[in-house]
């Protein structure tokens, strides 16, 4: 896609403002009750029920390593495509879409405070605002794919139990 027909949304996590291309989003959802998992990394909540799929769901506050807070009315799921999986992202508020011009996605800078570089595709200037617009695919390791690629990768729905075979079996 060139960068003059590419859209990012743009979404805060504490005071950061990042973005991420929509041809990456399949949609945004208000935030919803999410079911936990035992023994899951640690930033993953959970899964939520999604027209009948589990679907993984990433803190990206607690995968910058910031302190999580409550939910508020803001709160959004943004659901992306990470290989050929859905996950979500729990994100503190989704503001607005840029529709950005040739030139504007300019590499991310040598030195970030907030996440690592590693993680950014590039930077916008949005007003007096610096837009971080992330790669999903770098923010999260190879083994961490395969893991939420595992998540809700079974027939069960999300709250109902698997049952174990063997220990049921007489």
Known sequence: ????????????????????????????????????????????????????????????????????????????????????????????SVDNVLNLKEGELKPPPSVTTAIEIEYLSGVIWDNDELVMVLDMDKVLSGREKITLAEVGAGKEKPGEEKIDEEKTAL
């Open 1 to 92: 896609m060139n960068a003059d027909n590419q859209q990012i949304a743009c979404f805060k996590v504490a005071d950061g403002i990042y973005g991420l291309d929509i041809m990456g989003i399949t949609e945004i959802i208000r935030y919803q009750k999410i079911l936990p998992l035992p023994k899951a990394l640690d930033f993953i909540e959970g899964v939520i029920n999604l027209r009948e799929e589990a679907i993984p769901i990433i803190s990206m506050r607690k995968r910058f390593g910031l302190e999580p807070i409550a939910e508020t009315k803001a709160t959004r799921i943004i659901i992306i495509k990470l290989g050929r999986k859905d996950v979500g992202i729990v994100v503190d």
